[in-house]
Nanobody, 119 residues
Framework: QVQLVESGGGLVQAGGSLRLSCAAS????????MGWYRQAPGKQRELVAS???????NYADSVKGRFTISRDNGRNTVSLQMNSLKPEDTAVYYC?????????????WGQGTQVTVSS
């Protein structure tokens, strides 16, 4: 009953920037933790960044200083500003959120958006 829709992916040259956004919609009381994961071909899905309702954040070491995660609790959105992109950042990026529904707390995933960084 909860849908997450990502936007903002695309092709960018090394050193460039992209901003990913994710919006939650459907039937829920509130959204708890939100985050961004990514998965490159042949590799495991990894956490890129996460953010709590109180705005505490956590970043993978590989993106610290380059990526910034933010959220708007009123609009149920989360964004990932990606600067100084590297070819190693190429992956499918997935939005993740924990949603409080009438049935309880469940995790939801977006469909993913491709980010490709060329050299």
């Amino acid at each position: 009953q909860v849908q997450l829709v990502e936007s903002g992916g695309g092709l960018v040259q090394a050193g460039g920037s992209l901003r990913l956004s994710c919006a939650a919609s459907g039937s829920f009381f509130s959204i708890g933790i939100m985050g961004w994961y990514r998965q490159a071909p042949g590799k495991q899905r990894e956490l890129v960044a996460s953010i709590m309702r109180g705005n505490s954040t956590n970043y993978a070491d590989s993106v610290k200083g380059r990526f910034t995660i933010s959220r708007d609790n009123g609009r149920n959105t989360v964004s990932l500003q990606m600067n100084s992109l590297k070819p190693e950042d190429t992956a499918v990026y997935y939005c993740n959120a924990g949603a409080y529904t009438i049935s309880g707390l469940y995790a939801y995933w977006g469909q993913g958006t491709q980010v490709t960084v060329s050299s």
